[in-house]
């Protein structure tokens, strides 16, 4: 009795030592990839990474590639050879520039990458059940073993020739789940019906390992010499003895995954779970997304992740579940109140850290936080009134106000709250018991902002409050108020910032100011000072900073990069990097790249909407931002972000909206014909943490002349490229906005028309060439037979023009003899003219002085002036050419008739002339425009003017208009009458008879002197 009681306590401890239940589950906040991303369905039996960084998937309805932000589904297509023969997928195996995929009913298929070509793996003509495949497994750098039903096959990647062997036969149908390798090329396979088989490679020899026989072994993994397997019962620690060192239950394994140092993720049907290598314990893990829903029980198939912080989960009926190291940044408490159980979210909206408590300002009233025994306290002063502001005085004592509730004044004794509140019937009362900011002045002094009764000043020592006037007004909303470094206080209101030296007003910014006073908006709910003493707000629509000596004024809206214009909150790092609390997630801006940095629901913020002033900064650099579900408590030094550079390729391009399908990923130099210029490129950054983040910027090197804006779009098209060779360049960023240090390149050419080509215009080139010489030939040739033709007819011209010269000479010389003759007569009879004149002249001059008659002596005088103007005319025409100027003419003509009528002391008037200036030479008869000159000036000598006056004036005038010559001739001299017959009559008659003979006309006029206006056509007939 005594053995069978010790021997059923040794079992017992043996069952504890060996058989360990997991502890409680944790969570793990994961992104699920499902139909919304293209995966056409959910059964994710198999998942590998290609060399280039794509994920593919293998399911029951086609294999699917994932480049970041969908998936791209290959299924099977009867009217396409080259499409994957079975969409029912149980295994993938990649190598290189090769998927191996494990069907359902077409057996091992292979899909060459880099030329988009699926083909069948044949294993043996007689093998009945080489159409069943369940898996393939990488033995070493030239083997592989495909699992297909009731046997293995080792394929010789370098000859392609492939062995088959026979698993021990059972009642049921077999094949190996899984696979590692021991030594010397033994490797332990995992089989559905026949246990752990040992295979040696060398020796081509399989037996039966002497654990787990007969068990359904669904994974292993070696790890430091220790084998763990899995079973439908949990899984097995293995010691290198083949001794089993430690057992532990959880649900059926599918799956191991070495997912860091001291840690294994283990897939099972009903869920995650992690162990612990050190303590050696198991725990479950909860995925969590970030729209809240819960994968708990889910069938985990196959884990797989990369060196970049991804992890990837196949599930049975949920798609592909994703996870990254460093997408979850922040850490939220969420604020539970045993008096409101039923509230899943309370919002904060100010803080106070002392000691080791939180003083929080909720919806719901002042709560305390106790970190020890994470623990919420909901005080009974002020309950359910909205607290705004929490403050410490001078003194260290806390103070607090809020919406209804007035002003509140913690008492550490008694560990509760005095309330000062309105009383109508008090004016040292509060104001207005909405207080939205309170401000400690000194160790007596608080200010208290309400909401609609101004500011109230507050005496600690005697409890009263009185009104504080801003430049004699009150001061409403004032709901944020900052001291900086220089002692100035900063209040921020829906009017606008105040800023203040003690109570005296200094400046005022707001919207509608000029220059540097000027706001990007009034509405304020965030002040602080940076490291460079910088002021900064936060407003309802961006930020505004006001540099050190407020020299100018910078502002950063949404068009610069943040998520959202609403500023909540603003606090700012040791690095000089301003944390804001927006409308839609948290925002980090770098002062020295002037870019901002956003963080969402995504990376662990409780929500991506913030409270208004729920941010605080406590005395260890801890940041406080408070929302709609609860508050995220972090140090910016401890975020850790993502490092790694991606990735980015150029997978697809689009002609004229159609893809090409020239396998463009694996391509570096594509050709398009001339008309083929419309293209779209596409492109994509294998940066799987949030995809929605990823920036890009490219260049058309050849058509672009810098890179292009920054965009989040994952292509861009061309059009109308001219011909010729082009380079496309594309960059990306992370999720946190570092740039990769690659970029993806193809090369474009657009192949000119045959007549745009290089080879062409050689030729046509050549051609010309040929032509222009073929042309100078035959041009020249032809020149020299004509010079041949040219020179004779010269010979005979230059004969016949020697002849003719000599006959010309002939005839010039009896010419010019002629010519001089003529010119001999021409001056001869010039002279006798004038000689003959001469004489008549002096007849007439003797004759008037012979004569006693007075009036024939006058006669003759008459007849001798003009026979002398005659003389005159003569002798100004020899001098001049057939055309004369008139007005020249009739001034010289003038004076020599002046001084054949007498000299000019006896003359009774003084000449004036009126005549046009520049005028042209013009061909008329001007021995007729003299002699009627002749008359009028002789009439005005003899008539006009009895005696001599100063005032005594003739005017000659001419003018020259577009058809006829206008001359007159006028005097202020006694005149003369219509009737008058006095010997003037007969001048007259003859100026107008030589008037006629010009077809010209006369028109005189004797009013205060006499005025004789004739024109004179020209030409005239």
């Not at 393939?136 to 088959?164: E, G, H, M, P």
């Not at 696979?179 to 040696?200: A, I, P």
């Not at 910088?534 to 998520?563: C, D, F, R």
Request: proline content about 3%; charged content about 25%.
């Amino acid at each position: 009795m005594v053995k069978k009681l010790l021997f059923l306590f040794l079992f017992t401890q043996i069952l504890c030592v060996f058989a360990q239940e997991p502890e409680e589950s944790d969570t793990l906040y994961i992104n699920y990839l499902g139909q919304e991303k293209g995966l056409l369905q959910l059964n994710s039996k198999a998942i590998v990474i290609d060399s280039l960084g794509f994920l593919w998937v293998g399911t029951e309805d086609g294999l699917h590639k994932f480049d970041g932000y969908g998936f791209s589904p290959h299924v099977h297509d009867p009217n396409d050879d080259n499409s994957i023969k079975d969409d029912h997928i149980r295994g993938l195996l990649v190598l290189k520039d090769t998927i191996f995929i494990a069907s359902n009913s077409e057996g091992i298929l292979g899909y060459q990458l880099s030329q988009e070509k699926y083909f069948s793996i044949p294993i043996s003509k007689h093998l009945l059940d080489e159409k069943i495949a369940y898996n393939a497994f990488l033995l070493d750098k030239s083997k592989v073993l495909f699992s297909l039903k009731n046997n293995f096959v080792i394929y010789d990647l370098v000859s392609r020739k492939a062995q088959v062997y026979q698993l021990p036969k059972k009642n049921k149908e077999t094949f190996i789940q899984s696979v590692v390798r021991l030594e010397n090329e033994k490797y332990l396979l995992g089989t559905s019906e026949s246990g752990l088989l040992q295979f040696n490679l060398q020796e081509k020899n399989l037996e039966v390992f002497p654990l787990f026989q007969d068990t359904n072994v669904k994974s292993l993994l070696q790890i430091e010499n220790r084998l763990f397997v899995g079973t439908k019962d949990g899984f097995s620690i293995v010691s290198p003895a083949n001794k089993i060192e430690k057992e532990v239950s959880i649900p059926e394994v599918k799956c191991f995954y070495h997912f860091s140092e001291n840690e294994l993720l283990i897939g099972t049907e009903t869920g995650l779970y992690t162990y612990h290598l050190t303590s050696e314990k198991a725990k479950k893990l909860i995925l969590k997304t970030d729209t809240k829903k819960i994968y708990g029980n889910v069938g985990i198939n196959d884990i797989i992740g990369d060196d970049k912080g991804n992890l990837w989960m196949g599930t049975e009926g949920e798609g592909v579940i994703y996870y990254n190291q460093y997408q979850k940044k922040f850490n939220t408490l969420k604020i539970r109140l045993k008096e409101y159980p039923n509230h899943e979210n309370i919002s904060p909206f100010q803080f106070l850290a002392q000691d080791d408590d939180l003083w929080i300002g909720t919806e719901l009233g002042m709560v305390k936080y106790t970190e020890a025994t994470q623990e919420f306290k909901l005080y009974e002063q002020a309950k359910k009134n909205l607290i705004y502001t929490i403050r410490k005085d001078k003194e260290d004592r806390i103070w607090a106000g809020g919406f209804d509730a007035g002003l509140l004044k913690y008492n550490p004794e008694t560990d509760s709250f005095q309330q000062y509140l309105h009383d109508k019937n008090n004016s040292k009362s509060i104001s207005n018991n909405d207080v939205i900011e309170i401000i400690p002045i000194d160790s007596q002094t608080l200010w208290v902002c309400t909401w609609t009764g101004g500011i109230n000043e507050f005496n600690m020592e005697t409890e009263a409050f009185k009104p504080l006037l801003i430049k004699g007004q009150a001061l409403n909303r004032a709901r944020i108020a900052y001291q900086d470094s220089q002692g100035f206080y900063w209040l921020g209101t829906d009017e606008g910032l105040f800023k203040l030296k003690g109570k005296k007003l200094m400046a005022i910014f707001s919207k509608e100011q000029e220059g540097d006073k000027r706001l990007i908006n009034d509405r304020i709910f965030a002040i602080t000072e940076d490291n460079n003493q910088n002021i900064w707000v936060g407003t309802a629509a961006g930020i505004s900073m006001i540099q050190k000596g407020e020299k100018s004024m910078a502002h950063y809206g949404k068009q610069k990069g943040l998520p959202n214009d609403f500023i909540y909150s603003l606090m700012v790092d040791d690095k000089n990097q301003l944390w804001m609390g927006t409308n839609y997630g948290v925002s980090v801006f770098n002062q020295e790249t002037k870019s901002f940095r956003n963080f969402t629901e995504k990376d662990g913020l409780q929500n991506n909407e913030f409270n208004g002033k729920a941010g605080y900064e406590d005395e260890n650099g801890n940041f406080y931002l408070g929302g709609m579900r609860g508050i995220n408590i972090f140090n910016p030094k401890d975020i850790e972000e993502n490092p790694y550079l991606p990735d980015v390729y150029i997978h697809q391009i689009d002609l004229f909206n159609q893809p090409i399908k020239a396998n463009e990923l694996y391509e570096d130099h594509l050709f398009f014909k001339s008309k083929e210029n419309v293209l779209t490129l596409n492109y994509t950054s294998l940066n799987f943490l949030n995809p929605e983040k990823i920036n890009y910027k490219y260049i058309l090197e050849g058509f672009d002349k810098d890179w292009r804006s920054v965009t989040q779009e994952k292509s861009t098209t061309y059009t109308n490229l001219p011909p010729g060779e082009y380079m496309f360049r594309v960059t990306s960023t992370n999720d946190v906005g570092k740039w990769s240090e690659s970029c993806d390149e193809l090369k474009i050419t657009i192949v000119p028309p045959w007549y745009q080509t290089t080879w062409f215009k050689i030729l046509g080139i050549v051609v010309i060439i040929l032509l222009l010489m073929l042309f100078y030939y035959t041009k020249t040739r032809k020149l020299k037979k004509d010079k041949l033709v040219l020179e004779d007819k010269v010979r005979e011209r230059t004969l016949s023009l020697k002849n003719s010269n000599s006959k010309l000479q002939i005839s010039y010389a009896d010419l010019e003899e002629k010519n001089n003759n003529i010119q001999f007569l021409m001056k001869e009879l010039d002279h006798r003219v004038k000689n003959n004149l001469q004489i008549v002249s002096s007849f007439l001059n003797i004759q008037a002085n012979s004569v006693t008659s007075d009036k024939a002596k006058q006669i003759l005088l008459v007849a001798k002036n003009r026979i002398s103007s005659i003389s005159i005319i003569q002798d100004l025409l020899s001098k001049e050419h057939e055309e004369l100027v008139v007005p020249d003419f009739i001034r010289k003509f003038t004076e020599k008739i002046l001084t054949l009528l007498g000299s000019e002391s006896e003359r009774k008037f003084t000449v004036v002339y009126e005549l046009e200036e520049n005028t042209h030479a013009v061909q008329i008869d001007t021995v007729l425009i003299g002699l009627i000159l002749n008359e009028l000036i002789t009439n005005v000598y003899k008539y006009a003017f009895p005696v001599y006056q100063d005032k005594n004036r003739v005017v000659i005038g001419c003018q020259l208009k577009d058809t006829s010559i206008e001359l007159q001739v006028k005097d202020n001299g006694i005149g003369f009458s219509t009737g008058d017959k006095s010997s003037s009559s007969l001048g007259l008659e003859i100026v107008g008879e030589m008037v006629d003979q010009l077809n010209g006309s006369i028109h005189i006029k004797s009013s205060n002197g006499v005025e004789v206006s004739i024109s004179i056509p020209i030409p005239y007939n």
